[in-house]
């Protein structure tokens, strides 16, 4: 991965180097500049904040690299790329039953589905409300950090094999991780407690067990009791000739690039979406929720983040310190990918 120091640089390179609309277009290039200017001003507020308000100064941040991710956006027409309003709500804030309980509700309008937009993915559910337990392991850096109370479907990286030959027929091989641990000992006295778990994940779809054995389950000890390796294969489409880096790039078209052309991942739909969710409005929720917490619940808050009585608070510290990083470089490959759509 690119260093902080590198990401910003080239950040600060796109104020007169970005190409698209806005390049072309006066009012939004106005726009660009100064939305760039105020996230990095928000995130080096962040990094010098503690937990009490760094959650604040960091959702900001993201909120003011969305407007410059709308304003370079050519799927963004006429003022559809002007964001307005949140377009995300939050119910539940008592956080007395646990921070994964806290809930944030996607509406249709505002700058949270324009953004989904401008980026080319489909939009969280509107009006389906989604738990910060349910949101949480769906950003990859919080795994290594779990938060008490998760129950959500998780990210999983996307490791592709290779090549495997069956007759006429050609296979990607594919490993899975994290899955949670749950799902092995369901299979164990139900072989479809897997298929259910990963008909979940849109870009897995048409997979197998194993070719030669359709009812077998590859599993893969890592090492680490609450989460499993998973090996399963998705059909190709290449011919017999093809060799195993087509093969892998084949499975990498499938999945979720992250944070670059190799960091592929598996992200599950939720609700009644048709497409896997993209992992900067799984960033955005999560910031907007912990961000609400701390500006209207302040002694709420305070519990949470209690280095020495609450379960949460390490898990919240290595989310947020992870943001400083994460969040600047997702909006820059968003800005080169979006530029002049």
Excluded at 75 to 102: C, P
Excluded at 187 to 208: C, H, I, M, Q, T
Aim: with cysteine; aromatic share 8%; charged share 20%.
């Amino acid at each position: 991965m690119p260093s902080k120091r590198e990401v910003w640089r080239e950040l600060r390179g796109l104020r007169t180097g970005v190409a698209g609309p806005a390049q072309a277009t006066a009012e939004r290039r106005a726009v660009f500049v100064a939305a760039l200017e105020q996230a990095q001003q928000f995130t080096e507020a962040a990094e010098a904040a503690g937990p009490a308000t760094r959650p604040v100064q960091i959702f900001y941040a993201l909120s003011q690299f969305g407007r410059a991710i709308a304003a370079a956006s050519g799927l963004l027409g006429q003022d559809g790329w002007r964001l307005k309003g949140h377009g995300i709500g939050t119910r539940n804030l008592d956080a007395s039953l646990g921070l994964a309980s806290v809930e944030v509700l996607p509406t249709a309008k505002g700058s949270f589905p324009a953004v989904a937009r401008a980026v080319g993915v489909e939009p969280l559910e509107a009006q389906n409300p989604l738990t910060l337990g349910e949101l949480w392991p769906l950003v990859p850096e919080a795994q290594t950090v779990p938060l008490q109370g998760v129950s959500g479907l998780p990210a999983m990286h996307f490791a592709p094999g290779g090549l495997i030959h069956r007759g006429d027929e050609m296979w990607c091989r594919l490993s899975l991780y994290p899955v949670p641990r749950e799902v092995r000992v369901r299979s164990e006295a139900d072989p479809k407690a897997v298929d259910a778990f990963l008909a979940r994940y849109p870009s897995l779809r048409g997979w197998s067990h194993t070719p030669d054995a359709p009812n077998s389950i590859l599993w893969h000890n890592r090492g680490n009791g609450s989460a499993e390796e998973l090996e399963v294969f998705l059909p190709s489409a290449l011919t017999i000739s093809a060799d195993a880096d087509a093969g892998r790039l084949e499975a990498l078209k499938r999945s979720t690039l992250y944070r670059g052309p190799s960091d592929a991942y598996a992200f599950p739909a939720l609700g009644r979406m048709a497409g896997p969710v993209h992992p900067l409005l799984a960033w955005w929720a999560v910031l907007f929720g912990l961000s609400i917490l701390a500006r209207y619940e302040p002694a709420s808050w305070a519990e949470i983040i209690d280095i020495d009585s609450s379960s949460a608070a390490n898990a919240v510290e290595h989310l947020l310190d992870q943001a400083i990083v994460v969040v600047p470089h997702m909006a820059l490959m968003a800005i080169k990918d979006v530029a002049g759509r």
